[in-house]
């Protein structure tokens, strides 16, 4: 989820970046053009004031990239994404049709949504909830994990400008987590979003402008997916292989272009609306409750058998906050906290294959939770599942983060295999 307000002020940041670069910079202390420099920053208002980093302006200036913050099309001098495209694009069904508008797939749609031809989900609409794709050759979405008393612990909508504050906290508690990152958000902060990688923990995409994805045109959907991945690719070095839809909006069609992309597709099962407070009438206390329904159904055993992923959010401090605020209620409820591959038991989350995550013995495991006693049918021990036999470069926030040790090949390379599925 975003505010739009989010959406409607980014264009104006690109503007303050060039400003920014020819009156501010010479007069910084802090070294902005680092992830251990701009991790040390604790001034918030210091963290969200625009930067130049190279990498970012060059390719930005050369074209290879979309307007931040608008839909993203397929650029015509995008020649290896023209590439991977023509390869996918027979794969992508033709019946089904885009839906309403980016800042609604319900707009002005008639859907039958019994038969639901389409195994529409989005959010808000009860109706419309097929995890189970009807298209021949879709993997099932993923909205909960295998792993008993274990929560899928996750953040969308970032790199948030302000985020060391969360990030310092999620480092103090050894936790790690899945950050779906905005392409647009990347490009903007970048060194922020190296900061995922330097603290061990998972990013997965999180498209290029936040749009309802049913809405857009086929090409227009890869191209909100396909961007983001470069986005990911030229700031951290790293090519994520899942994604979550914004809003949860992803039918079939928007299911087999990801699917193309070598990308999983990852819902929730619970909903903290922290990203609606305020909105509509929701307040604090209803975020506590539904919070509290995630935790309670834990304590009460619901998760005994199978674990759920939560929707959370780094979109801003009241979201960062509250996510502080229950962390050790979400503890001492579950066994396991954790990126959500790791609680899928994936243990190489890229196409890079010179990165593993982090174990589960190395991500945060509860010592006490609440129902502990009731882990029968686990399949994992809790020591070293999901570690794969790769190497594992994120130890923690103190690793010297090095992004350019993953530059290899162009990712035309890396999806030459993917391509020929
Ligand atoms: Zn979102």
Known sequence: ML???????????????????????????????????????TDPTLECTAYYYAPVGTALAAGEFPTVWQSATLLPNDTEGQQIWASIQPSVPTNIQPKGNRNSSLANVTYDAVADPDCWWT????????????????????????????????????????????????????????????????????????????????????TWSHGYMTSFPSSAAFAELWYTMKAIKLVTGVTPKCWRPPYGDVDDRIRAIAHGLNLTTILWGWDSNDWQNGIGGVTDADVDNFYSQFVGNATAGNFNSVGGIILTHELNNYTMSKAIEWYPRLTAAFKHLLPVSVALNISQPYVETNYSLPTFAQCHTTANPSNASTTSGSTSSGTGTGSGSGTTNTSGASAAFSPRVLLVGTLAAVFGAIAAL
């Open 123 to 206: 959010v808000g609409q009860a109706g419309h909830k097929c995890t189970t794709p009807k298209h021949n050759g879709l993997p099932n979405d993923t909205w909960n994990v295998p792993e008993p008393l274990t929560a899928g612990y996750g953040f969308d909508d970032g790199p948030n400008c302000s985020h060391n504050a969360f990030y310092d906290f999620l480092t103090s508690q050894n936790q790690k987590a899945t950050m779906f990152y905005i392409g647009s958000n990347v490009m903007n902060h970048p060194v922020e979003a190296q900061r995922a990688i330097a603290d061990g923990h998972e990013i997965c995409v999180h």
């Open 3 to 41: 505010l739009s307000s989010l959406l409607n002020s980014a264009p104006s940041r690109l503007l303050a970046v060039s400003s920014f670069i020819a009156l501010a910079l010479p007069a910084l202390a802090q070294d902005r053009t680092t992830e251990a420099g701009e991790a040390s920053i």
